[in-house]
């Protein structure tokens, strides 16, 4: 790259119009630049090799040097990209918001480096808005709308002064521009200051009226559908332990990050008491490091009247035992709202057993796993209401169901790869007491659970039989770990099991009364079948320790709230939030409006009584009551007239000792003497200066008097003289007598 660092021209614009112009623009960029980098979606290198690049434009500009790519070496550069842009798209970044994201920082880099015409300014200025675009493109966080707001405030100063500065150069060209005080850089507060004052003001207040009209705006009108470029947003990699092809050790990658994948907000629930399951995929086939679900057909779900999805008991071709879920006579109904991160998947997450699904769905559909998935491509998966039955039947129950495994299920859930022999006789040493299937299943539950630790540390290496290492060598693990030991070991007594990946607890945020459920929170459990009575959920894996309440950990929940008010009330605002907000503030108002009367009313009585009360007092003691009286209104007048009776006293006392105070007595007696020479018919013009009202007097003995006390007033009043302080009483009184004469 050639570059010439030379000393900036003058610009055919005033000076301080052009720093002041160049300053916003400089600030524009970077604005647009710090609002990409927020998002948290920017690569290192990315960040790192802008920064550098806008620190030295931010040090030319400083130092008033310019630093200019020759034109020819930025076509060279832009040519050069396009081959960098195919790489980067198909073997880099393979997506094509990252890729589209380090063009347009590319082409902002070399473009502030290679400014030629006034058309390059408008073409930084767009590079800039195509990165607060990417911005939210990649993010729905609240802190985009702080800094959107501040790069609206600094493009409207940019597009004014950009303006100012094309008028300035036209106005130059033609010599017709004359600004007073643009030219001396030294003066204490110049035109051009007060101008750019004027123009903050101006751009806040511009911003400020932007705002308060699209939130009006944004209220009155409920969104119906999501934004067009919502199919651009990058997919979570976290996603990956969600897919219908999963390796064994992925979602313990998953659950070592903090990242927040949902909340959950259950009707009627204070205290966070539940510990809910989440429901998504389930794996059925596993090769020995992988589960994965072969292609299988999917079912459609009609809505019904209102846009409700029966998820539970719907007509399906399939045979009934092969989706039953167990059920207890006695149901424990929930209902609950999921508010989904931007995570990039398509399964819907349900508390099982699930019945009813409702949202902002047009295409849905479930497989024979009871996987609900949406399957319209056009609209992501953003919040949904879900009606669960909680309720589970008892072991004795289970016990006590008898029949054979269907053979619909024996191909599907039954499958065993060849796998070391010591674990089918773990299997059948650990349940050989037992008689029941539900029995077998609880048992090996249960040793998994009590004879094996829990860990996220993932193996250092990979094994051949990594089921075997875990059971017989390191004995501890993460729940695949335990739910893949279980559904095998299940298997290999005849029991049919399938494997479920979700997410289990949550925090719960007393603040908003949702549960915050993290990556973190990922897990897999084990569903088997129990002939008889349908599939029975299983959850080998040991409990982990409590968590421990900090105060950041208390700081992250106001920090939650905040997040969760955000996504609610404004990514996902619609016809449903909109009529909740109109009912909450036409019954608030009512609330108000029914208080201020019966206060208002409570007020009225109370004084009608007090009133009533205070005439009877009167009317049998009048002579106490009209002393009180006259005592008051003494009180009130004095109070009233207590500044000025202390003014006075301080008037008087400066005038018998003038010379503790000059200036101030000197003031005094002068305005004493016109108003004594006022009352003799003397009297003095606003616009007449002591020497000036001397000598209008025509009276020769007169004006002597008043030329000395003039003469004495000066000294004292601007020498600070106190023994002409203390002559002007004697020479007052000589006037007054004068007069009497």
Same mark, same amino acid.
Request: proline share 5%; with cysteine; aromatic share 10%.
């Given at each position: 790259?050639?570059a010439?660092?030379?000393?900036?021209?003058?610009?055919?614009?005033?000076?301080?119009?052009?720093?002041?112009?160049?300053?916003?623009?400089?600030?524009?960029?970077?604005?647009?630049?710090?609002?990409?980098?927020?998002?948290?979606?920017?690569?290192?290198?990315?960040?790192?090799?802008?920064?550098l690049?806008?620190l030295l434009?931010?040090?030319?500009?400083?130092?008033r040097?310019?630093?200019n790519?020759?034109?020819?070496?930025?076509?060279?550069l832009?040519?050069?990209?396009?081959?960098?842009?195919?790489?980067?798209?198909?073997?880099?970044?393979?997506?094509?918001?990252a890729?589209?994201?380090?063009?347009?920082?590319?082409?902002?880099?070399?473009?502030?480096?290679s400014?030629?015409?006034?058309?390059?300014?408008?073409?930084l200025?767009?590079?800039?808005f195509?990165?607060?675009?990417?911005?939210a493109?990649?993010?729905?966080?609240?802190?985009?709308?702080?800094?959107?707001?501040?790069?609206?405030?600094?493009?409207?100063?940019?597009?004014?002064?950009m303006?100012?500065r094309?008028?300035?150069?036209?106005?130059t060209?033609?010599g017709?521009?004359?600004?007073?005080g643009?030219?001396?850089?030294?003066?204490?507060?110049?035109?051009?200051?007060?101008?750019?004052?004027?123009?903050?003001?101006?751009?806040?207040?511009?911003?400020?009226?932007?705002?308060?009209a699209?939130?009006?705006?944004?209220?009155?009108?409920?969104?119906?559908?999501?934004?067009?470029?919502?199919?651009?947003?990058?997919?979570?990699?976290?996603?990956?332990?969600?897919?219908?092809n999963?390796?064994?050790?992925?979602i313990?990658?998953?659950?070592?990050?903090?990242?927040?994948?949902?909340?959950?907000?259950v009707?009627?629930?204070?205290?966070?008491?539940?510990?809910?399951?989440?429901?998504g995929g389930?794996?059925?086939h596993?090769?020995?490091?992988r589960?994965?679900?072969?292609?299988?057909?999917?079912?459609?779900?009609?809505p019904?009247?209102?846009?409700?999805?029966?998820?539970?008991?719907?007509s399906?071709?399939?045979?009934?035992?092969?989706?039953?879920?167990?059920?207890?006579?006695?149901?424990?109904?929930?209902?609950?709202?999921?508010?989904?991160?931007?995570?990039?998947?398509?399964i819907?997450?349900?508390v099982?057993?699930?019945?009813f699904?409702?949202?902002?769905f047009?295409?849905?559909?479930?497989?024979?796993?009871?996987?609900?998935?949406?399957?319209?491509?056009?609209r992501?998966?953003?919040?949904?209401?879900?009606?669960?039955?909680?309720?589970?039947?008892?072991?004795?129950?289970?016990?006590?169901?008898t029949?054979?495994?269907?053979?619909?299920?024996?191909?599907r859930?039954?499958?065993?790869?060849?796998? @070391? +022999?010591?674990? *089918?006789?773990?299997?059948?040493? #650990? !349940?050989?007491?037992? /008689?029941?299937?539900?029995?077998?299943? $609880?048992?090996?539950?249960?040793?998994?659970?009590?004879?094996?630790?829990?860990?996220?540390?993932?193996?250092?290496?990979?094994?051949?039989?990594?089921?075997?290492?875990?059971l017989?060598?390191?004995?501890?693990?993460?729940?695949?770990?335990?739910?893949?030991?279980?559904?095998?070991?299940?298997?290999?007594i005849?029991?049919?099991?399938?494997?479920?990946?979700?997410?289990?607890?949550?925090?719960?945020?007393?603040?908003?009364?949702?549960?915050?459920?993290?990556?973190?929170?990922a897990?897999?459990?084990?569903e088997?079948?129990?002939?008889?009575?349908g599939?029975?959920?299983? @959850? +080998?894996?040991? *409990?982990?320790?409590?968590?421990? #309440? !900090?105060?950041?950990t /208390?700081?992250?929940?106001y920090?939650? $709230?905040?997040?969760?008010?955000?996504?609610?009330?404004?990514?996902?605002?619609?016809?449903?939030?909109?009529?909740?907000?109109?009912?909450?503030?036409?019954?608030?108002?009512?609330?108000?409006?029914?208080?201020?009367?019966?206060?208002?009313?409570?007020?009225?009585?109370?004084?009608?009584?007090?009133?009533?009360?205070?005439?009877?007092?009167?009317?049998?003691?009048?002579?106490?009551?009209?002393?009180?009286?006259?005592?008051?209104?003494?009180?009130?007048?004095?109070?009233?007239?207590?500044?000025?009776?202390?003014?006075?006293?301080?008037r008087n006392?400066?005038?018998?000792?003038?010379?503790?105070?000059?200036?101030?007595?000197?003031?005094?007696?002068?305005?004493?003497?016109?108003?004594?020479?006022?009352?003799?018919?003397?009297?003095?013009?606003?616009?007449?200066?002591?020497?000036?009202?001397?000598?209008?007097?025509?009276?020769?003995?007169?004006?002597?008097?008043?030329?000395?006390?003039?003469?004495?007033?000066?000294?004292?009043?601007?020498?600070n003289?106190?023994?002409?302080?203390?002559s002007l009483?004697?020479?007052?009184?000589?006037?007054?007598?004068?007069?009497?004469?």
């Amino acid at each position: 790259m050639a570059a010439s660092a030379t000393t900036q021209p003058r610009p055919l614009a005033p000076p301080e119009i052009e720093d002041f112009f160049q300053g916003c623009l400089f600030l524009l960029i970077v604005t647009g630049f710090v609002t990409l980098t927020a998002t948290g979606k920017l690569d290192f290198l990315s960040i790192v090799f802008v920064s550098l690049a806008l620190l030295l434009r931010g040090y030319t500009l400083i130092r008033r040097r310019h630093l200019n790519i020759p034109e020819r070496w930025t076509s060279y550069l832009g040519v050069a990209y396009v081959v960098v842009y195919l790489v980067d798209f198909f073997l880099i970044s393979q997506n094509f918001v990252a890729a589209t994201v380090h063009l347009v920082l590319f082409g902002m880099v070399v473009k502030i480096f290679s400014v030629q015409r006034d058309r390059d300014h408008i073409y930084l200025s767009v590079l800039a808005f195509l990165e607060v675009l990417s911005a939210a493109i990649l993010t729905v966080d609240s802190v985009f709308l702080a800094a959107f707001c501040t790069f609206a405030l600094i493009a409207v100063l940019t597009f004014i002064s950009m303006e100012m500065r094309r008028s300035a150069i036209s106005a130059t060209n033609a010599g017709h521009l004359r600004i007073p005080g643009l030219r001396t850089r030294a003066r204490a507060v110049s035109p051009f200051q007060r101008l750019a004052l004027s123009l903050a003001r101006t751009g806040l207040v511009l911003v400020a009226g932007m705002l308060l009209a699209g939130s009006v705006i944004f209220f009155a009108l409920p969104r119906l559908s999501y934004g067009y470029l919502s199919k651009l947003a990058q997919q979570n990699t976290l996603v990956s332990g969600f897919s219908d092809n999963v390796n064994l050790g992925e979602i313990g990658r998953i659950q070592q990050s903090s990242q927040i994948m949902m909340h959950i907000r259950v009707e009627g629930d204070q205290t966070g008491g539940y510990d809910l399951l989440l429901r998504g995929g389930v794996l059925t086939h596993f090769d020995g490091h992988r589960w994965t679900n072969p292609p299988h057909d999917i079912e459609s779900l009609v809505p019904s009247y209102g846009g409700r999805f029966a998820i539970a008991g719907r007509s399906s071709d399939l045979p009934v035992d092969m989706v039953r879920f167990a059920r207890s006579p006695i149901h424990t109904i929930i209902r609950y709202r999921v508010t989904m991160e931007p995570i990039g998947t398509n399964i819907i997450f349900l508390v099982p057993t699930a019945r009813f699904l409702s949202g902002r769905f047009r295409e849905l559909a479930a497989d024979i796993d009871d996987v609900v998935q949406n399957v319209d491509r056009d609209r992501s998966t953003s919040t949904y209401n879900g009606i669960s039955d909680i309720a589970r039947p008892t072991p004795a129950e289970l016990n006590a169901a008898t029949g054979a495994v269907p053979e619909d299920l024996r191909e599907r859930y039954l499958q065993v790869p060849s796998l @070391d +022999p010591r674990i *089918a006789q773990l299997a059948r040493q #650990v !349940t050989r007491t037992e /008689r029941t299937p539900y029995a077998k299943a $609880a048992a090996i539950d249960r040793y998994l659970t009590t004879q094996y630790g829990y860990t996220l540390e993932l193996p250092s290496e990979d094994h051949k039989d990594p089921l075997a290492y875990f059971l017989f060598v390191r004995r501890r693990g993460h729940c695949e770990y335990f739910a893949s030991s279980m559904a095998i070991m299940l298997r290999e007594i005849g029991i049919p099991s399938r494997i479920v990946t979700g997410f289990r607890g949550g925090e719960y945020n007393n603040l908003t009364g949702s549960y915050i459920v993290r990556a973190r929170d990922a897990h897999s459990w084990v569903e088997a079948f129990i002939p008889g009575a349908g599939w029975v959920t299983f @959850d +080998p894996t040991p *409990a982990g320790g409590p968590s421990v #309440v !900090t105060f950041w950990t /208390r700081l992250q929940l106001y920090t939650d $709230a905040m997040r969760e008010f955000w996504r609610e009330w404004i990514i996902n605002y619609d016809f449903g939030h909109q009529q909740t907000l109109t009912n909450t503030t036409v019954a608030r108002s009512r609330h108000s409006v029914d208080r201020f009367r019966h206060w208002a009313r409570e007020r009225y009585l109370y004084l009608l009584n007090l009133a009533r009360r205070t005439n009877q007092e009167v009317s049998n003691q009048p002579r106490l009551y009209s002393e009180r009286a006259v005592v008051l209104v003494a009180a009130i007048i004095l109070l009233f007239s207590l500044p000025r009776i202390i003014r006075t006293l301080r008037r008087n006392a400066l005038a018998r000792n003038p010379a503790s105070a000059p200036q101030a007595a000197a003031t005094l007696w002068y305005r004493r003497m016109t108003r004594l020479a006022s009352r003799r018919g003397w009297h003095r013009e606003p616009s007449q200066t002591p020497t000036e009202f001397t000598a209008s007097i025509t009276d020769d003995e007169l004006r002597q008097l008043i030329q000395e006390f003039t003469d004495r007033y000066e000294r004292a009043r601007f020498g600070n003289s106190a023994d002409d302080a203390s002559s002007l009483p004697e020479i007052y009184h000589s006037i007054e007598t004068f007069g009497r004469k």
